[in-house]
């Protein structure tokens, strides 16, 4: 007699509810599988790497005179296929930006690139760079 009610005692409930649960696992397992997909696409793309030229920044400060140790840094990126055909150099930035920092002193600073949308940057090499201040005038 328990088990006849465990089974039948509100049976259209139960079988909504489970009917729901495996709704709401097709729709999980679903949009797992797209996700990945679409990471693959962007894997699949071969990565190209771009050499370059670092450009000191500064919001509060002159920067003309200021040098960059290394000068350009090398940036490998990905991206679908799609975006990432007419991917050029003058679309990544390569910024060392020294605001908050003493232009006129030597320091280490990190790199920082930008990319367009639905491009990934993969690898920067350096990752950061020293600032050389201009030369002091006589």
Not at 12 to 20: C, F, G, N, P, V
Not at 98 to 122: F, K, M, N, Q, Y
Request: hydrophobic letters at 45%; charged letters at 20%; a positive charge.
């Amino acid at each position: 007699m328990f088990l006849r009610n465990l089974i039948l005692k509100d049976f259209w409930l139960k079988l909504s509810s489970l009917a729901l649960a495996v709704l709401i696992w097709l729709t999980v397992t679903i949009a797992i599988r797209n996700e990945m997909a679409l990471s693959n696409g962007l894997a699949s793309a071969p990565p190209r790497t771009f050499s370059l030229r670092i450009a000191p920044v500064s919001g509060t400060a002159d920067v003309r005179g200021v040098r960059v140790n290394p000068e350009f840094a090398e940036v490998t990126v990905r991206g679908e296929l799609g975006s990432f055909e007419n991917l050029q150099a003058k679309d990544i930035h390569v910024l060392a930006d020294l605001t908050g920092g003493d232009p006129t002193r030597s320091a280490r600073v990190r790199l920082e690139v930008t990319a367009p949308p639905r491009v990934e940057i993969v690898r920067v090499i350096p990752a950061d760079v020293e600032i050389l201040p201009p030369p002091k005038s006589r």
